[in-house]
């Protein structure tokens, strides 16, 4: 999956509990991002940061934090006010210039026990 | 919101025949993505066409861009079994890629 590592591949996140996921990267790219695709459906944008120490939120941040405080993870956190977790979720690092391109992670399916 | 849109949501094909699928969106991009999706795993990055480009190959892939009808097309021609899988358009809007809803191909051997 081209240097973007996500764990645990499989979460269960039992009511009131924050759950972290993690995103690393080892190739260098300045921009991170984070979607949440739900079953059939296209990808929706939580999360991105174009630098380190810097994140905006997309269209879906409610009940979801994030740090970057390095280059090489960007981690989120599925809070307790997310009531509807259940998803896939993928981090991605944004290559720029002339062969512009995201890498994908593998993904991480959190499911509520 | 969903910047681009795809059109249609599932194709079924059989196995040497010609795939395509279209992707509609709402404002000015700089450039279009395509990208593929195996079920259960991330996206992998098949093309990109910059908004000064018309059309672009890449093996057995063609991807045209109308700026102003604001849509695109992916064909994939001479489609294989193991092309069975989702495809979505990526555009920019503001420093940000926004996803559509993916077409699902499914490719019958």
């Known amino acids: 999956d081209g240097g973007i590592t996500q764990s645990p591949k499989y979460l269960f996140r039992k009511e009131g509990q924050n759950v972290t996921l993690s995103c690393e990267q080892n190739l260098n790219h300045d921009a991170m991002y984070w979607y949440r695709q739900d079953p059939g459906q296209g990808l929706r944008l939580i999360y991105y940061s174009q630098i380190v120490n810097d994140f905006q939120k997309g269209d879906i941040a409610e009940g979801y934090s994030v740090s970057r405080e390095k280059k090489e993870s960007f981690p989120l956190t599925v809070t307790s006010a997310q009531k509807n977790p259940t998803a896939f979720y993928l981090c991605a690092s944004h290559q720029t210039g002339t062969n512009e391109k995201l890498f994908f992670g593998s993904g991480t399916q959190l499911s509520v026990l | 919101s969903q910047q681009g849109e795809e059109d249609p949501q599932a194709l079924s094909i059989q196995e040497g025949e010609n795939a395509t699928m279209n992707c509609s969106y709402k404002?000015?991009?700089?450039?279009l993505q395509w990208y593929r999706q195996n079920s259960g795993r991330g996206l992998v990055h098949l093309i990109l066409i910059r908004s000064n480009e018309r059309e672009k190959h890449s093996g057995r892939l063609r991807v045209t861009l109308d700026t102003s009808k604001k849509s695109s097309s992916l064909l994939i021609t001479a489609s294989r079994a193991a092309d069975t899988a989702s495809y979505f358009c990526a555009t920019d809007a503001g420093g940000k890629l926004i996803f559509g809803q993916g077409t699902e191909l499914s490719v019958k051997p």
């Open positions: 404002t000015s991009i700089n450039n």
